[in-house]
């Protein structure tokens, strides 16, 4: 199986920035689409931005050109770093891939969730 490990939420004031990082580990064959969800209290869980083996990125409107994904396929580590932080951004966020494990079977895997608090 794969095991997500998140990092570096916190609270920070309007404006503001953090870098979320998440490490995967496990038995782990290929790693595929990483992203990052995110779940508001009293909201459903979103999409916030995802990013290929190949490198393609894809955000949801509201974070595009604030929010930056990326990834190190070295470290099986995926990145997400968020600029110019808004209130309504504060929620747990989620580290998510699409992966192969080394009995071939591929299937969905989540992280715990970071909170991420933004102050007004």
């Known amino acids: 199986q794969v095991q997500l490990v998140e990092s570096g939420g916190g609270l920070v004031q309007a404006g503001g920035s953090l870098r979320l990082s998440c490490s995967a580990s496990g038995n782990i064959f290929s790693i595929n689409t990483l992203g990052w969800y995110r779940q508001a209290p009293g909201k459903r869980r979103e999409l916030v931005a995802t990013i290929t083996s190949g490198g393609t990125t894809n955000y949801v409107d509201s974070v595009k050109g604030r929010f930056t994904i990326s990834r190190d396929n070295a470290k099986n580590t995926v990145y997400l770093q968020m600029n110019s932080l808004k209130p309504e951004d504060t929620a747990v966020y989620y580290c998510?891939?699409?992966?192969?494990?080394?009995?071939?079977?591929?299937?969905?895997?989540w992280g715990q969730g970071t909170q991420v608090t933004v102050s007004s």
């Open positions: 998510w891939t699409w992966s192969t494990v080394l009995d071939g079977g591929t299937d969905n895997y």
